[in-house]
């Protein structure tokens, strides 16, 4: 495929743009398709892309509608759960994603040839931008720039850009991104999917496994990181629903950020995993959960 480049261009957002309002998923959706509807250049799309989801990332309600459509997913199909995408749009060439990153994981430099835009929703990644460099060990490239985004900051990228995308701390990180060229990278596509000039091209291949591998417990700790520090009842409820999803490890880690907010439930749920632990472990967590539940009652 032949391969065409401009100077990177991801370019970073820090507070410097005025935000719509407050957006929960489902607004952030009907936004996002109204803004590729009506721009008519890639560079309208992606800064008003940007701006909108600049906005839902400030937004307790939207982390929370984010974290509720993973879970609802995984409900659904827990053992075969791939992480499917919060929303694709096939007319409007689009799709929302969710990402969980292992620590210290690092992708292969890219060519992305159509838009997107991404923002951190917890955690941290290192994005690195690349130059063409022929003759450059080992994929003729040479790094441009790098540097981190927090959670809450927005990144996006005028096509064609090469980057790669690194977590470089020791816990999950989570990206939300929205992916223009929804057709020619997602084999959806009708006509010749190689030859899109809309597709991603890999330097020198995506390195899939360890993204996927493990990726239930991994979302579910890192989905449980961002309802713990969030309060509230819709929070507690999910932290709950964590719980029923996760093995053992998610359940004990579930129960611990519920002792903070509801004992009664904590006491419960632990009762409940007792009763998948072996001895010793079941009697001592059993002896807990009768515990936790008589500070409830007042004993
Ligand atoms: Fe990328």
């Not at 993973?70 to 499917?84: C, E, K």
Request: overall charge neutral; proline content about 6%; some cysteine.
């Amino acid at each position: 495929m032949s391969q065409t480049l401009g100077k990177p261009s991801f370019s970073l957002f820090r507070g410097k743009e005025t935000p719509v309002t407050g957006l929960d998923l489902n607004a952030l959706i009907a936004a996002v398709d109204e803004r590729v509807r009506s721009s008519q250049t890639e560079r309208g799309r992606v800064m008003g892309t940007r701006a909108i989801l600049v906005d839902a990332l400030r937004r307790e309600d939207f982390l929370l509608d984010c974290v509720e459509c993973i879970l609802v997913t995984m409900s659904r199909l827990l053992a075969g759960w791939a992480n499917p995408p919060l929303h694709a749009n096939l007319e409007l060439d689009y799709a929302i994603r969710l990402l969980y990153w292992p620590p210290h994981y690092e992708n292969n430099p890219h060519q992305h040839n159509s838009w997107t835009v991404t923002g951190v929703l917890h955690n941290q990644i290192r994005v690195t931008t690349y130059d063409l460099c022929p003759g450059a060990s080992p994929v003729g490239l040479s790094v441009a720039k790098s540097f981190e985004c927090a959670a809450g900051e927005v990144g996006s990228i005028l096509s064609p850009c090469i980057h790669s995308v690194s977590n470089p701390t020791p816990s999950v990180s989570v990206t939300l991104h929205v992916f223009s060229g929804l057709a020619a990278n997602s084999g959806v596509s009708e006509g010749d999917e190689e030859s899109d000039p809309k597709r991603t091209v890999w330097y020198p291949s995506p390195l899939k496994g360890r993204f996927h591998r493990d990726v239930v417990p991994r979302a579910l700790t890192a989905n449980l990181a961002i309802l713990s520090r969030i309060t509230g009842r819709r929070s507690t409820a999910l932290l709950e629903k964590v719980f029923d999803l996760g093995d053992t490890r998610i359940k004990l880690a579930s129960v611990k950020a519920l002792c903070g907010r509801d004992v009664a439930s904590a006491a419960c749920r632990l009762a409940q995993l007792s009763e998948l632990c072996p001895e010793p472990d079941r009697s001592r967590l059993s002896d807990l959960s009768h515990k936790l539940a008589s500070t409830v009652d007042g004993g």
